[in-house]
């Protein structure tokens, strides 16, 4: 009940404040459309020449870290007001403090990649595993950003202000992004950048994403692989997050 009352706390600072929904999905729709569009011509070889439907897994989980580093701000807005601290010092488990938050982030990426999905239809994408692909990709955009909101809820514990934490958030966004299989094919990387690539955990969620677009058939043995690894790191992130908040409490 706890984690319900605030997680509907947090939902309604999002209603009243609307462009903090509309800023993080600017700039997905921007790459989505706009550079698949001018990139299509000279990426003609890859995904049967739409290269809309190839990057769109990597727009999705820009789409995911983006609401989710978003969900920070709430820290420092709550701060700012008085409320965090009040919630602190109420009789509300430290858990579910960190897990209303960080579901907020959550229900938010889940709203922005169905909007997302409902546009990549009319740009002739169509995903070939059908309603259970479907199903499986949420799972997948779960995993990401509950690990996104549970480091993000943390790393806004540590800092002082919220201009700080735009710029740290922004350089870890960008970093996970263009260091992954986002706007190009494994095979077109080489050299200690296919290392930095191969090793950073959201490549492999992008590459499990866009099998499910493409392919009838489900890879399962890559899915449960990816699926463990983000438990492990979901689990990681949110300790991390309680611990921060049950810091807070001790200061």
């Known amino acids: 009940m706890d984690t319900m009352n605030i997680l509907l706390r947090n939902i309604k600072w999002r209603f009243h404040n609307p462009i903090s929904i509309l800023l993080t999905i600017i700039q997905p729709l921007i790459w989505l459309v706009l550079y698949s569009t001018i990139a299509d011509q000279s990426m003609e070889n890859i995904a049967g020449g739409n290269y809309t439907t ?11 870290l983006a609401c989710c580093s978003s969900g920070g701000y709430i820290n420092f807005i709550m701060k700012s007001k008085g409320s965090f601290y009040r919630i602190l010092i109420a009789p509300v488990k430290r858990t579910s403090v ?5 579901l907020e982030s959550v229900l938010v990426s889940f709203t922005e990649i169905a909007i997302m999905l409902v546009l990549s239809i ?3 994408v169509r995903i070939a595993s059908g309603f259970t692909g479907l199903l499986l990709m949420m799972l997948l955009i779960f995993f990401t950003a509950f690990f996104m909101s549970g480091l993000s809820y943390a790393i806004s514990l540590c800092l002082p202000n ?5 710029t740290i958030m922004n350089l870890i966004v960008l970093s996970i992004f263009f260091t992954s299989t986002s706007l ?3 095979n077109s990387i080489s050299g200690w950048l296919k290392i930095a690539v191969m090793i950073n955990p959201f490549t ?10 493409f392919v ?3 890879d399962w043995q ?10 492990c790191l979901c689990s990681i992130s949110f300790a991390l997050a309680l611990w921060r908040v049950k810091k807070e409490t001790v200061n």
């Open 122 to 124: 009319f740009l002739s």
């Open 222 to 231: 890559s899915l449960l692989l990816v699926t463990g690894l983000f438990i």
């Open 54 to 64: 190839f990057i769109l897994p990597g727009i999705m989980v820009l789409i995911t």
């Open 162 to 166: 919220e201009a700080i934490y735009e």
């Open 98 to 102: 960190v897990l209303g938050q960080m």
């Open 204 to 213: 492999h969620i992008i590459n499990c994403l866009r099998s499910l677009i």
């Open 216 to 218: 009838t058939y489900i």
């Open 184 to 186: 190009f094919p494994m």
